[in-house]
């Protein structure tokens, strides 16, 4: 079992959508194993791109490759300390918070960008992270 505290600094506000605090602006962990995850895109298994044009679609595809790449590393997102996220329509991207929280209700920090491009012109975000599970 690891340590974990969010932190919530008086100093800082926060950010909130829909309702929902998007993620913590500091976590502290005691250590453990540290899996890091390179950016995921909404692909399926076989390769193909899911959810051409449905932003809601592309997270949800990308949480469940996040599910399954720390699965793999004996993690899961409650592990989540830290998200990069890489986005081609920041609005957009917002109004999919919902979908965003069934995957990063740990509330890892997270940073979130605009992006111009992707590796792919379908693709419409791409999300890379950073979890700390128990040694072992």
Do not use: W
């Amino acid at each position: 079992m690891i340590e974990r505290q969010n932190l919530f600094p008086d100093a800082l506000s926060k950010r909130v959508v829909g309702g929902h605090v998007l993620y913590s602006p500091v976590v502290t962990v005691v250590a453990g194993k540290l899996v890091f995850v390179s950016g995921l895109l909404a692909r399926n298994q076989a390769g193909e791109i899911v959810g051409k044009g449905d932003m809601g679609a592309q997270i949800r595809q990308v949480g469940e490759n996040l599910k399954a790449a720390l699965a793999a590393a004996g993690a899961t997102v409650a592990d989540l300390v830290r998200t990069q996220t890489f986005t081609t329509d920041i609005d957009e991207f917002f109004k999919h918070v919902d979908v965003r929280m069934e995957y990063f209700a740990a509330l890892p920090t997270s940073t979130t960008v605009e992006v111009r491009r992707l590796s792919h012109p379908d693709f419409l975000v791409e999300i890379e992270a950073i979890a700390v599970t128990a040694a072992g």
